[in-house]
T-cell receptor, first 114, second 113 residues
Framework: DAGVIQSPRHEVTEMGQEVTLRCKPI?????LFWYRQTMMRGLELLIY????????DSGMPEDRFSAKMPNASFSTLKIQPSEPRDSAVYFC????????????FGEGSRLTVL | AQSVTQPDIHITVSEGASLELRCNYS??????LFWYVQSPGQGLQLLLK??????LVQGIKGFEAEFKRSQSSFNLRKPSVHWSDAAEYFC???????????FGKGTSLLVTP
């Protein structure tokens, strides 16, 4: 079975540009999570969705960040405009809502903002 | 809010030696506790979890963890480490009021020959 699929795996962009990260969760999973990983702050939860509805976006750092989940098989995380401090690895994870904590992670999108 | 602390940033063990990675949690009620492993360039993979019941839980790859309420700990153990166990290990805590997890900063495990 396919796992969580993220794209792109690597993105290098210049400050001020728009960045869009994509995620396809595992089929049948109805919870989706976006995490950011940096050396300084570790893994931070940015936002999560249940049944395509955003439940908690308190981790989204600022208005430059936005996330959508238009359907059960696709989500995006957008940064506009991007800044060097946004450089990190962004992970998408999915789970079946009734199985707490068993998150399945994608391989991550490594973002570098110059 | 629930949180976890992993006191050790780096751990080095010899292949074949035993391993214990420490995790302390902060949560008022009975926590849901997890250990995840991350290999270089990969996402995280669930090793084991504790919700309730038997305080010693078994996971994949020969790992186990013990929940100790009196010490607010959930330490990960393995009796004999293999070179392929070299990775980053994360402890995490969740609750039954939500499905997102809070992760510790991780412990990097190096295995020497």
């Amino acid at each position: 079975d396919a796992g969580v699929i993220q794209s792109p795996r690597h993105e290098v962009t210049e400050m001020g540009q728009e960045v869009t990260l994509r995620c396809k969760p595992i089929s049948g999973h109805n919870s989706l999570f976006w995490y950011r990983q940096t050396m300084m702050r570790g893994l931070e939860l940015l936002i999560y969705f249940n049944n395509n509805v955003p439940i908690d976006d308190s981790g989204m750092p600022e208005d430059r960040f936005s996330a959508k989940m238009p359907n059960a098989s696709f989500s995006t995380l957008k940064i506009q405009p991007s800044e060097p401090r946004d450089s990190a690895v962004y992970f998408c994870a999915s789970s079946r809502r009734q199985v707490t904590g068993e998150l399945f992670f994608g391989e991550g999108s490594r973002l570098t903002v110059l | 809010a629930q949180s976890v602390t992993q006191p050790d940033i780096h751990i080095t063990v010899s292949e074949g030696a035993s391993l214990e990675l420490r995790c302390n949690y902060s949560y008022g009620a009975t926590p849901y506790l997890f250990w995840y492993v991350q290999s270089p360039g990969q996402g995280l993979q669930l090793l084991l979890k504790y919700f309730s019941g038997d305080t010693l839980v078994q996971g994949i790859k020969g790992f186990e963890a013990e929940f100790k309420r009196s010490q607010s700990s959930f330490n990960l153990r393995k009796p004999s480490v293999h070179w392929s166990d070299a990775a980053e290990y994360f402890c995490a805590v969740g609750s039954n009021s939500g499905y997102a997890l809070n992760f510790g900063k991780g412990t990097s495990l190096l295995v020497t020959p």
